[in-house]
């Protein structure tokens, strides 16, 4: 088992920053690769980025590409999404997973065996 809480959502103007981490706790955190999705409401599971377990490889959505950067620190157990440029549109609940296949990285929420509980995002215009 695998146990993550995200942290580091808010509320922020669009054009802003935030940060978000994801610590994670069980077993051994560098053998995962992470991902974080978000979720808006009336909307399904969107995927966002996924890192390697060994933070070589990364992937974005489009949505995303050159804004936000996903990256890790195994020492610390802990995934993060720098989230720049941010716009309305990326309101949502996001939330960090933990999966077993990257090979390559997957971008299907099915593909993610643990979750943690998300954190709320929210972008005023």
């Known amino acids: 088992q695998v146990q993550l809480v995200e942290s580091g959502g808010g509320l922020v103007q669009a054009g802003g920053s935030l940060r978000l981490s994801c610590a994670a706790s069980g077993r051994t955190f560098s053998n995962y690769p992470m991902a974080w999705f978000r979720q808006a409401p009336g909307k399904e599971r969107e995927y966002v980025s996924a890192?390697?377990?060994?933070?070589?490889?990364?992937n974005y959505a489009d949505s995303v590409k050159d804004r936000f950067t996903i990256s890790r620190d195994n020492a610390k157990n802990t995934v993060y999404l720098q989230m720049n440029s941010l716009e309305s549109e990326d309101t949502a609940v996001y939330y960090c997973a933990a999966g077993q296949r990257q090979f390559p990285l997957r971008t299907r929420a099915i593909d993610y065996d643990y979750w943690g509980q998300g954190t709320q995002v929210t972008v005023s215009s």
């Open positions: 890192i390697r377990s060994d933070g070589v490889v990364t």
